[in-house]
């Protein structure tokens, strides 16, 4: 399985950008999904997880502005990031779970960095 991750760059506070994440080798409906990110110095964090059903789940630091999505047909997930902060920057990895407990493969990740 591998996971391609892109929509990552330098983005002004305030604004969007729209995170993709292509699965190959994996039929996504049977999966979870899920959003982390990682910036530096931090441990990764929980950004946004998405159930083979479409059930959401969010890191309290991005509800309300954040909005994860999958399209099967496709074997894409992605992330819509609004109204970003600088806070927000890191580096976003795309994972992917069989089961409920945990992400199985990580993608290579993409950077976002917003700008104060």
């Known amino acids: 399985v591998q996971l391609q991750a892109s929509g990552g760059g330098l983005v002004q506070a305030g604004g969007s950008l729209r995170l993709s994440c292509v699965a190959i080798g994996r039929i996504l409906f049977i999966d979870y999904m899920g959003w982390y990110r990682q910036a530096p110095g931090k441990q990764r964090e929980l950004v946004a997880t998405v159930s083979p059903g479409g059930t959401t789940n969010y890191g309290d630091s991005v509800k309300g502005r954040f909005t994860i999505s999958r399209d099967n047909v496709k074997n894409t997930v992605y992330l819509q990031m609004n109204s970003l902060i600088p806070e927000d920057t890191g580096v976003y990895y795309c994972?992917?779970?069989?089961?409920?407990?945990?992400?199985?493969?990580w993608g290579k990740g993409t950077l976002v960095t917003v700008s104060s």
């Open positions: 994972g992917l779970a069989t089961t409920p407990s945990g992400m199985d493969y």
